[in-house]
Structure formats: C-alpha cells, structure tokens
C-alpha cells in the first residue's frame, strides 16, 4: 500500500461549485471522513455539508494559519480551493503557498489543490491571454508540482485543474448568461469561433476522489478535466434538440459585451477582497477579456482519452448534460431548461458560485 493513502481530509473552499459535489464523493462510501472550514457554519451550504455522515464543520477563514493548523492536524489528506474571486489574485497566492507549506508540517499525506489553466503561460506569455483569477491557480500549481520533485516522498501531490462550469450558461449574471430575445434564448458572448472548455460540477467530485484513491499514479500529476469544448453555436443547437425550443449564438465584440448587462460591474476588482487601488489588481472586464480570449483562440487544451478512461460514465457532452439536467429540473418541480431560463425565472436560479451567492460581500 502507498504510504499516501489517506483517510481523513481537510478541505478549503468545501462549500464551493466544486467542493460540494467533491465532498459527498469523498464520504459517500464511509471509507473516509472530511473536516470542512467554513467561515459561517449557519450557512445554507454549510448546514447541507454537515448532515452527511463523516463530515465536521471547522468554523474560520484560510487566511489564518492558527486556523490552518488546526484544520491540517490530525488529517492526512487536503483538498485546498481557495475563492480567487474572493481574495483576489495577489492574496490567493500568498495563502495558496502557505497552505502547502503548513500541509507538509502538519503531516499531511496527500495533497490536492483546486487549479485552473496557467492561461498566460500556455499562449507564451501573451498578455492578450491574462486573466487573474486563472493565472493566479495556475502560477500555484506550477509551483507546487516543482516542489512535489523534492517532497513526493515526504507528501504526495496532484492537481485538479477544472474549468467553467456548464451550469454558469445557465444562470444569472455570469460571463455566459443567456437572454431571451424576440422568443429566442440567445447567448451573445465574444467568442468567435473558439469553444469554452466547460466542466460538470457534478463530475468533479468523482474525479477528486479518483485522484486520492490512486496515489501511486497521481502523485505529480496535473489532472485537467472538461465534458468538450463547447463551440457556442453547438450549445444552441444542443438547447434547441433538448428542448424543442429556439436558440442562438451571435458572436459580440469586446465592446458590445461590456456595454452589456455586466457593465455594471467591468470596472470593480475582480477578486472583491481586493485592493482596488493596488496596480496589480485586476478589473472584473480586465480579467474576463482575458478569459474570453483564452477560448476564442483555442489556448486550453483536454486530454478527453485519458478522462474517458478514468471516467468512462462521465458527462461527454454539453448535449448529455442539458438532457440529464431538463429532466432534473422537471421532477424538482422547477421546470425544463426553457422554462428555467425564462426573465421571469433564472433570477431564482440557485447560484452555482458561492461569491455570487455571498453577493461579493463575504470576508476574506
């Protein structure tokens, strides 16, 4: 047996996108237990958490490592996603590395950090591609696989490198929130010809489990996950097949899109614990002009062998989710998709990420 193996983990960002589907993977079958910090306890997310079997509530923030400690010890696992859009870019790589250091300390025996693409350093260092909250993970995570080479025998480590989530196209005031026009759900977004690398939230939890199950393959490794690149045009025609319904996609300039609906929010700090008199932090349209283009010039890429292989029951396609999803929504009494996206009705669309659920207000 690996001396990696673990059995009780400590994860940040428990009660995030990700973190919530990670969890009840984690413990589902009892062979592990997982201690969860949260900063409310009393929270929505925090109260459904904590009435799974094997599951503990650590009430306080990452950005305290009295706090830190006390979460790590005694575990010998970690699952560490820290809330970019939280602390911003400069703060979340601070704690991000601290987080690693104080994991070896304190015994941990495995380690997995919630990454995004490097985006920056994978179109070569062009600027055109910068976006915070990416490149902010991403600088990490090459940081922690350089110091694996030296500790993977002390604490294993892998990353999980995730992506938009599919259900972001769905919901209110996001970067891809459709409209209704003229009876047609429309997505107007810059993205060309390019296709955005979207992930099942639902699916991050097996493959977050998967890569604590196999320690002696995914020591070291960048797991990087998505359903497909999804072409908007496809996305469109997906909602029409499932739905009966019309659809479109209608590619929009940088400045049309920021004149859009989000133009209320471009010039505030993308990460909203932010400085926004610090010269490093990033706009919310500076960072999502960034993202944009990641996609629109195919800069992300996805090894879609190697995840069918590890998950052969997987979500493989933006069609496969929006089927299984229409008819989530239908027996929860909440509708179709159609329905669902109505002006009327995605504002009480539960949110998917917890910031837009804390309406940015939450601490650091």
């Known amino acids: 047996m690996s001396s990696h193996n673990t ?13 919530m589907p990670i969890i009840r993977a984690l413990v589902a079958d009892r062979k592990n237990s997982a201690r969860v910090l949260t ?74 950090y919630g990454n995004l ?43 999980f490198t995730s992506g938009p989530y599919i259900e972001m196209a769905f919901q209110p005031m996001m970067p891809m929130t459709p409209t209704v026009e003229d009876g047609i759900v429309t997505w107007r977004v810059p993205l060309g010809d390019g296709a955005v690398v979207h992930a099942s939230s639902e699916d991050c939890g097996y ?8 320690p002696e393959r995914t020591n070291g490794m960048n797991l990087e996950v998505a359903i497909e690149h ?43 614990n932010a ?31 190697l995840l069918d292989e590890i998950h052969p029951k997987g979500i493989k396609s933006a069609e496969e989710w929006m089927r299984r999803e229409d008819k989530l929504g239908r027996e929860l009494g909440k509708g179709g998709l159609w329905e669902r996206v109505q002006p009327q009705n995605i504002q009480n669309e539960t949110p998917i990420l917890k910031s837009n659920e804390d309406r940015r207000k939450g601490r650091l």
């Open 39 to 112: 900063r409310d306890p009393f929270s929505r997310r925090a109260k459904s958490l904590a009435t799974l079997d094997n599951v503990s509530m650590l009430e306080g923030s990452f950005a305290d490592e009295v706090t830190l400690r006390e979460g790590f010890r005694g575990c010998d696992g970690a699952f560490i996603n820290i809330d970019g859009f939280n602390t911003g870019e400069k703060t979340e790589t601070y704690w991000a590395i601290r987080c690693y250091e104080i994991a070896i300390e304190e015994g941990i025996k495995f380690f997995v």
């Open 207 to 214: 493959y977050v489990r998967w890569l604590f199950d196999h």
């Open 230 to 272: 999804v072409a908007y045009a496809g996305l469109a025609a997906a909602f029409t097949k499932v739905t009966g319904k019309p659809a479109r996609y209608i590619d929009t300039d940088l400045h049309s899109y920021w004149n859009g609906p989000l133009k209320f929010i471009a010039n505030a700090p993308a990460g909203y």
């Open 117 to 159: 693409d490097y985006g920056l350093k994978k179109s070569g260092y062009d600027s055109r591609f910068r976006s915070g909250h990416y490149d902010g993970k991403g600088r990490i995570g090459d940081w922690i696989l350089s110091q694996n080479t030296v500790n993977k025998g002390r604490m294993g480590a892998a990353l």
């Open 275 to 305: 400085d926004p008199n610090d010269k490093s932090t990033m706009t919310f349209r500076d960072n999502f002009t960034g993202f944009w283009n990641l996609w629109k010039y195919g800069i992300v890429k996805r090894d879609y062998a």
């Open 7 to 19: 059995s009780k983990i400590f994860v940040v960002g428990g009660t995030g996108a990700q973190g």
